[in-house]
């Protein structure tokens, strides 16, 4: 799990490098308060960069041994390309140093707040892995089961990520695993009525072929045998 987590952080920090790349470039071009709003722009965008980061190396932490090595080095790569753009965006505006130490505490106010909750964060998102997990044991012999369990860990992926900007989301989480394993009970209510149906049939139809065999055997014994006598 720790290694799709990784790789859902991955496509949103490319998505904001890709952003960020193209505006070294375009402050350089700029002047007055386009380049001010640019270099805002800039940096926070930077800001959510370095968050994404942040919970790359949490989910790096936790990965097994066997995926660490390739993460560790995508992480490398990610945070050099990142400052990079950082040097290029100073160069290119020579405003962006002191705008950056201006708005630098309030980014560290932010990210203090979010270690601060990151320890509840990552008992919460266990618990709801090990019920995620729960529900796949439990329905691995039935293929409609395995579906909705699918969905369920697609569902609790979902909640994860959104768990990383609103705490307030447990609530609605809990509700959907609730809803979840109804939807599990009424599964295997509906197939265990298939199956007494199946079970049912196959009686009915032994006794058709018995009555079938009677018949024919009765047929051809007044056919054959009786004559004879």
Same mark, same amino acid.
């Given at each position: 799990?720790?290694?799709?987590? #990784?790789?859902? &952080?991955? *496509?949103?920090?490319?998505?904001?490098?890709?952003e960020l790349k193209l505006m070294p470039?375009?402050?350089?071009?700029?002047?007055?308060?386009?380049? %001010?709003?640019?270099?805002?722009?800039?940096?926070?965008?930077?800001?959510?960069?370095? *968050?994404? &980061?942040? @919970?790359?190396?949490?989910?790096?932490?936790?990965?097994?041994?066997?995926?660490?090595?390739?993460?560790?080095?995508?992480?490398?790569?990610?945070?050099?390309?990142?400052? %990079?753009?950082?040097?290029?965006? %100073?160069?290119?505006?020579?405003? #962006?140093?002191?705008?950056?130490?201006?708005?630098? @505490?309030?980014?560290?106010?932010?990210?203090?707040?979010?270690?601060?909750?990151?320890?509840?964060?990552?008992?919460?998102?266990?618990?709801?892995?090990?019920?995620?997990?729960?529900?796949?044991?439990?329905?691995?012999?039935?293929?409609?089961?395995?579906?909705?369990?699918?969905?369920?860990?697609?569902?609790?992926?979902?909640?994860?990520? !959104? =768990? @990383?900007?609103?705490?307030?989301?447990?609530?609605?989480?809990?509700?959907?695993?609730?809803?979840?394993?109804?939807? =599990?009970?009424?599964?295997?209510?509906?197939?265990?009525?298939?199956?007494?149906?199946?079970?049912?049939?196959? =009686?009915?139809? @032994?006794?058709?072929?018995?009555? !079938?065999?009677?018949?024919?055997?009765?047929?051809?014994? =007044?056919? #054959? #045998?009786? %004559?004879?006598s």
């Amino acid at each position: 799990m720790s290694s799709e987590e #990784f790789e859902k &952080l991955q *496509e949103i920090y490319n998505s904001l490098y890709e952003e960020l790349k193209l505006m070294p470039e375009t402050a350089l071009k700029s002047h007055g308060e386009e380049r %001010k709003r640019l270099v805002r722009t800039f940096d926070e965008r930077q800001g959510e960069a370095e *968050e994404v &980061l942040q @919970g790359m190396e949490e989910e790096l932490r936790a990965a097994p041994s066997s995926y660490r090595n390739a993460m560790s080095t995508k992480l490398r790569m990610y945070r050099r390309d990142l400052g %990079k753009l950082q040097r290029d965006m %100073k160069n290119s505006a020579p405003g #962006f140093s002191s705008y950056s130490q201006t708005v630098e @505490g309030s980014h560290r106010a932010i990210y203090s707040s979010q270690n601060q909750q990151s320890t509840l964060q990552q008992s919460q998102r266990a618990l709801l892995l090990q019920g995620t997990d729960a529900l796949n044991n439990a329905s691995q012999s039935i293929e409609r089961s395995q579906r909705i369990a699918a969905e369920t860990d697609q569902i609790g992926t979902d909640i994860i990520e !959104e =768990l @990383g900007e609103q705490r307030e989301q447990l609530d609605r989480t809990r509700n959907r695993l609730v809803n979840t394993g109804e939807n =599990l009970s009424r599964s295997r209510k509906v197939l265990r009525a298939m199956s007494r149906r199946l079970m049912t049939n196959k =009686l009915l139809l @032994g006794v058709i072929i018995l009555m !079938e065999l009677a018949i024919l055997g009765a047929v051809v014994y =007044l056919k #054959f #045998f009786r %004559k004879q006598s």
